[in-house]
């Protein structure tokens, strides 16, 4: 198990769910139509936990595919939701499905393009401001080898001073961004707020999401 899965299986473990949300996230809500899909389209959450953006995006007629470390992440998802899903074992990875959503469990570094099946778009809410720098550059690589290098994505970061507070969510500045993506996506930040007393309450930060449609 990588340090990064057996950091989340803690917080899972310990119930330590601060970056849980009780409603779908503001942000998508307001710009999910910037990815322009129809209905029937598939989005991927990477590292998606438990997340409510999951049920409303398929109460909005989409399907849904997220990667998730922690199976117990997944079990509460399905029972949250009040589906039983069906499971099956693909090597390294489990995959949790039920009506238009499936969510493999394991390793996202183990998942591969042909298993995934298409894809239409992104949605990183949590994922690449959960890795720490070293593993940033191999993630991006990895999601767009997942998706063909060609899916639009809404991707939220964290802009703050990296030294006041201790990641996970770690802060992503812009210029990381362009530099793992520029490559292949027109980047654009959609919005930019300062988030209500501070990350975790202790130090002052954005919350930004980027637009990035390929190029």
């Not at 949300?21 to 710009?31: A, D, F, I, M, S």
């Not at 394991?106 to 720098?133: C, E, K, M």
Request: glycine residues 6%; charged residues 20%; aromatic residues 10%.
């Amino acid at each position: 198990m990588s340090m990064e899965a057996k950091f989340w299986q803690d917080k899972w473990q310990k119930q330590e769910l601060g970056f849980h949300l009780p409603e779908p996230h503001p942000k998508l809500v307001r710009h999910l139509a910037s990815l322009t899909l129809e209905p029937g389209d598939s989005l991927f959450l990477p590292l998606c936990g438990k997340s409510l953006d999951i049920a409303w995006l398929l109460s909005q007629g989409f399907r849904v595919t997220g990667a998730e470390w922690v199976q117990s992440a997944v079990e509460q998802l399905f029972a949250e939701l009040g589906v039983r899903p069906q499971i099956t074992e693909l090597g390294q990875v489990k995959k949790f499905s039920a009506d238009n959503l499936d969510i493999f469990v394991g390793d996202i570094f183990a998942l591969h393009s042909q298993t995934l099946g298409p894809i239409n778009a992104i949605y990183d809410r949590a994922a690449l401001v959960a890795l720490p720098p070293s593993t940033r550059r191999l993630y991006s690589q990895h999601l767009m080898a997942l998706t063909g290098g060609c899916a639009p994505q809404l991707l939220i970061s964290f802009d703050y001073q990296q030294e006041r507070l201790a990641g996970p969510p770690f802060s992503v500045v812009e210029e990381e961004i362009r530099a793992l993506y520029a490559e292949k996506f027109a980047i654009s930040l959609l919005e930019s707020k300062p988030i209500k007393d501070g990350l975790k309450g202790k130090c002052p930060a954005d919350e930004q999401i980027w637009l990035l449609q390929p190029t």
